[in-house]
């Protein structure tokens, strides 16, 4: 069995890691600064590493112990955790989720009310997520992220969802007029961005429309915003299987070609390997790959 430092021990390092100075940890934790200093010494020696660069009463830790503070946090909120629900099975566990907007607005959110069906004692917490976020934040359990992959993903689990396909869609009354015909046609519409550089578009047009321009085009910080403006009728959007199945499925959209291009990202569900241990996360992950194989 792994030998660990003490609790105590633990305990000392995080007060004074988070305070970046041994007096006013030793105030939080009600000791002496002489017992903090003590404690930080004996870890130090059972670690085999220096944790901070001493500058007087003030201190600083080094690259080591941030790395070490991140999973110590990490570990206190679980122990709690746990502690909470033994002292109360019925109390509400706590899980924070960050999302990619367009994911949350045209796929998720809908769906959350089977969630809390099946799982009411979870209080669900949904925070945005940058487009190319990598990784989560220390306050974040589980991300659905969107890109090429976390660059440094040791320590965390990552499952990537399955591969995209994107394809024109636009309103039906705009499809009625009749002047969407052949991919070329695009060329007299506006055309609709998720994304500020038109890579999308650009690979569709390019793969099954040739060298044209469009009339016009319209920039969205993401798809939920440029879907809905398709669905408005103002011009033809870039939509995929997963953002925009529920407006197909409805008939707000519709797809005048059947033409599509793989994305050069996906959706990833990325979460630190030690949040694994939390059942809220287990839970969420097993429920969010039942709605996927379902979608």
Not at 59 to 71: E, F, G, N
Not at 175 to 183: D, E
Not at 207 to 233: C, N, V, W
Request: hydrophobic share 40%; charged share 20%; glycine share 6%.
């Amino acid at each position: 069995m792994r030998r660990l430092p003490s609790l105590t021990a633990l305990r000392t390092f995080e007060c004074a890691a988070r305070h970046a100075h041994f007096g006013r940890a030793a105030a939080e934790l009600c000791v002496t600064d002489s017992a903090v200093s003590h404690q930080i010494r004996q870890l130090e020696e059972q670690l085999g590493a220096s944790l901070f660069v001493r500058e007087g009463r003030q201190v600083s830790p080094t690259p080591a112990a941030q790395r070490l503070l991140q999973s110590v946090q990490q570990a206190f909120e679980l122990i709690g955790e746990a502690c909470d629900e033994l002292r109360d099975p019925g109390s509400q566990a706590q899980l924070r989720v960050a999302v990619t907007a367009e994911l949350a607005q045209k796929w998720l959110v809908s769906r959350l009310a089977d969630f809390s069906a099946r799982f009411p004692h979870i209080t669900l917490h949904l925070h945005e997520q940058a487009l190319e976020g990598r990784l989560p934040g220390n306050d974040i359990d589980l991300a659905i992220t969107y890109g090429t992959g976390p660059e440094d993903a040791s320590g965390y689990f990552v499952r990537p969802l399955p591969t995209l396909l994107f394809f024109p869609v636009c309103s039906p009354s705009l499809f009625n007029q009749g002047s969407l015909k052949q991919p070329r046609d695009l060329a007299r519409h506006c055309l609709l961005h998720d994304d500020q550089d038109g890579k999308t578009w650009m690979a569709w047009l390019t793969t099954h429309a040739g060298d044209i321009q469009a009339s016009r085009q319209l920039y969205f910080p993401h798809a939920g915003l440029a879907l809905e403006a398709a669905a408005q009728g103002q011009g033809v959007a870039m939509g995929d299987n997963l953002t925009a199945a529920e407006d197909l499925a409805s008939g707000r959209l519709v797809r005048p070609f059947a033409a599509s291009v793989t994305s050069l990202g996906q959706y990833a569900l990325v979460c630190e390997r030690i949040r694994l241990e939390k059942p809220a996360v287990l839970q969420f992950l097993d429920w969010l790959s039942d709605q996927l194989a379902n979608s």
